[in-house]
C-alpha cells in the first residue's frame, strides 16, 4: 500500500514537474520574440530567435541569453556584434591577407563580412557541429563561394592536418558554458603558429560574461608564444580579442588604425574599423601578467573561468 | 580489521577507477577532438574493462582467494597507469588513419559561380576513439574490475551474512567512486595537471596493493583470530 502510493506520487510529479516548468517558461517569455528554431544538436542546444522590435535575428547554444552570433535581418553580411567588429581588425593588422582560417562558425557572420568585403580572400571555416553549418545556411544567409570551404571537424584535429598555411587563424571556438581545454593551450596555440605563413597571426576571441583568471592565462600563453602581442578590449562586455603576431616588429595603433582606412575605403562596413582601433588597441607583448601559461597537462579551465583575478585590479583598462 | 582493510580497498579502488576515467578524457582530447565520440568511447572502455575483468575476478577468487593476490592486481593496475603517459601520446596519434597526413586540399563543388557550400567531412574516427582508449585504459580497467569480487570473495569467508556485506562493500566502493570523480572534477585536475593525476593514482593503487601484500604475510605468521 505504502509503496503504491509513493509509485504513485513520484509518477504525478515525473510528469507535473516539467509541465510546470513549460507553462512558467512559457508565459515570462518575452512576447516580442520569436523563435525559430530550437533543436539539440550533437553538442549544442541550438536555438534561433528573431526580435523582430530590433530587426534581429540571434543564435543561442543554450538557454541561457547568451548570444553566439547576431544578424541584422536588413543587411545578413554586416558584423552585429562588438567583438566580431574587432576580430576584423585582423584584416587591417596583416598588410595583404590572402589565406584565412576561421575555428567556429557561430552565426557565419566574420565568414559573410570576408566573402562581401574580401571576396579575393581565400576563406576556410573549422566548425565541429555539422548542424550548425546547416543552420548558418538555412538561416543565417551563409552561402558557398568559389573561396569558401568547410571542414566539419574539431579545431585541433584540422590544424594538426592542415593542408596550407594562413596569413590569418582566427579562434572563436569558446562558447560561453564551454571552452574547450585542448583549444587554449601553449601545444594548440603553438600549433596554429606553425600553420602560419610568414608575417601572419593568430586571432583568438575570448567571449566571457566577466573578466576572470582564465583570460589572463590566455594573454600569458598568447605572450610566450610569439614575438609580438596585442589585445583589445572589445567594448564594455568583458570580451577581450588577442592578437599574436609573427612580425617581429611592433605594429604601432597609428599603422594599423592607417591600414583600417584603407581597407575601409569605398565599402559599407557598418562601422569604423580605425576608430575601432584607435580605440582598442592595447601592446600585450611588454604587459606583466600574473598567471601560468595553460599547457595540455596542466589547463584548469573551468576552475580558473570561476575565479576573479586579484591582479584584476591592476589590469584594468584606465 | 580484515573487514575494515577490504573496505577501504574498494573505496580507494573505486577513487582510483573514476579519477583515471577522468584523467583519460584531458589524455586523449587534444589529439582525437572533445567530441561525443571520445567521452562515449572512453566511458565504454572502462566499463567494458569492468565487466571483462568482474567475470575473471570472480572466477579467480574462487580458486584461491588471498590478500596478496588482491594486491598483486591492484599493485599491476597501478603500475599501468604509471606508465599510460610514456605511451600515450604513440598510441594517439597511430591510431587515428591519417594522423600526420594532410587533408585533401581540394574538395566540394562550390564554385563555379554557384552558391553551394563546399563541406567537407573527414573520415569516421569512432573506431579510432574506441582502439586508443582500449590500448591505453583496457588494461588498468580490466585490473579494477577485478577488485570488486575478489574483495567481496575474501569479505563473505569472513561473514555469514552474504547479502548484507556485498552491500556494504559495493556501496563503500561506489561513494569512493563518488568522491574520486567529484575531487579530479572539483580539485585534482586544477591542482596538478593530467600526468601527474595518473602518477597520483598509479601510486596509490601500488601502494594499496603492497599495504595487502604486507598484510597477508602478517596474518600468515599469526594465527588466525
Same mark, same amino acid.
Do not use: T, V
Given at each position: 500500500m505504502k509503496r503504491t502510493t509513493l509509485f504513485a506520487a513520484l509518477a504525478v510529479a515525473s510528469v507535473a514537474a516539467p509541465a510546470l516548468f513549460w507553462v512558467s517558461a512559457g508565459s515570462a517569455a518575452d512576447e516580442r520574440t520569436i523563435t525559430r528554431y530550437d533543436r539539440e544538436s550533437k553538442y549544442y542546444r541550438i536555438r534561433i530567435v528573431d526580435y523582430p522590435d530590433e530587426g534581429r535575428r540571434c543564435l543561442h547554444f543554450s538557454k541561457s541569453r547568451g548570444i553566439q552570433s547576431s544578424m541584422i535581418l536588413a543587411a *545578413?553580411? =554586416?558584423?552585429?556584434l562588438q567583438y566580431s567588429r574587432t576580430m576584423a581588425a585582423a584584416l587591417a593588422f596583416h *598588410?595583404? *591577407? =590572402?589565406d584565412v582560417l576561421l575555428v567556429g562558425l557561430g552565426g557565419a557572420s566574420l565568414p559573410k563580412f570576408i566573402q562581401k568585403n574580401f571576396p579575393d580572400v581565400r576563406l576556410d571555416i573549422v566548425e565541429i557541429d555539422p548542424d550548425v553549418v546547416r543552420v548558418c545556411r538555412d538561416w543565417f544567409e551563409f552561402r558557398g563561394t568559389p573561396n569558401t570551404r568547410v571542414i566539419v571537424m574539431d579545431g585541433r584535429m584540422y590544424l594538426k592536418r592542415a593542408p596550407k598555411q594562413y596569413d590569418i587563424i582566427l579562434l572563436d571556438a569558446y562558447a560561453a558554458d564551454r571552452v574547450p581545454f585542448h583549444l587554449t593551450t601553449l601545444e594548440f596555440i603553438q600549433l596554429a603558429k606553425s600553420r602560419l605563413k610568414a608575417g601572419g597571426l593568430v586571432v583568438s576571441n575570448l567571449w566571457e560574461h566577466a573578466v576572470n583568471r582564465f583570460f589572463f592565462a590566455e594573454l600569458k600563453t598568447f605572450q610566450a608564444t610569439f614575438p609580438q602581442s596585442y589585445l583589445c578590449r572589445s567594448g564594455d562586455s568583458g570580451n577581450i580579442v588577442v592578437f599574436g603576431s609573427l612580425a617581429t616588429e611592433q605594429l604601432p595603433k597609428e599603422d594599423w588604425a592607417k591600414r583600417a582606412a584603407a581597407i575601409s575605403a569605398g565599402k559599407d562596413f557598418g562601422f569604423d574599423l580605425a576608430n575601432l582601433v584607435r580605440k582598442e588597441y592595447e601592446l600585450l607583448t611588454t604587459q606583466k601578467i600574473d598567471e601560468k601559461v595553460l599547457t595540455d597537462d596542466m589547463a584548469p579551465v573551468d576552475t580558473l573561468r570561476r575565479e576573479n583575478p586579484n591582479h584584476f585590479e591592476e589590469a584594468q583598462p584606465k | 580489521m580484515m573487514r575494515l582493510g577490504l573496505l577501504g580497498t574498494v573505496f580507494l579502488a573505486g577513487a582510483a577507477l573514476m579519477s583515471l576515467e577522468m584523467a583519460s578524457f584531458r589524455l586523449v582530447e587534444p589529439e582525437l577532438g572533445s567530441d561525443l565520440v571520445v567521452w562515449g568511447s572512453l566511458i565504454s572502455v572502462f566499463l567494458g574493462g569492468l565487466a571483462i575483468g568482474a567475470v575473471g575476478g570472480g572466477r579467480w577468487a574462487d580458486t584461491r582467494p588471498s590478500l596478496a593476490r588482491l594486491g598483486l592486481i591492484l599493485a599491476a593496475a597501478g603500475g599501468v597507469a604509471l606508465a599510460v603517459p610514456l605511451y600515450a601520446d604513440a598510441v594517439l596519434t597511430w591510431a587515428?588513419? &591519417?594522423? &600526420?597526413a594532410p587533408l585533401p586540399s581540394e574538395w566540394g563543388t562550390g564554385g563555379a559561380g554557384g552558391t553551394e557550400l563546399a563541406v567537407y567531412h573527414p573520415p569516421d574516427m569512432r573506431w579510432a576513439a574506441l582502439l586508443a582508449g582500449t590500448l591505453l585504459f583496457g588494461l588498468p580497467a580490466v585490473l579494477l574490475g577485478m577488485v570488486s569480487p575478489y574483495a567481496a570473495r575474501l569479505f563473505v569467508r569472513e561473514m555469514p551474512q552474504m547479502g548484507t556485506h556485498l552491500g556494504q562493500l559495493y556501496g563503500v566502493s561506489t561513494v569512493g567512486s563518488i568522491l574520486g570523480t567529484l575531487g579530479t572534477a572539483f580539485y585534482l585536475i586544477a591542482l596538478m595537471g593530467t600526468r601527474w593525476l595518473l602518477s597520483l593514482n598509479g601510486l596509490v593503487l601500488l601502494g594499496l596493493g603492497a599495504a595487502l601484500v604486507i598484510a597477508h604475510s602478517l596474518r600468515r605468521r599469526s594465527p588466525p583470530a
Open positions: *545578413p553580411c =554586416q558584423l552585429d *598588410p595583404a *591577407p =590572402q | 587515428y588513419p &591519417g594522423a &600526420g
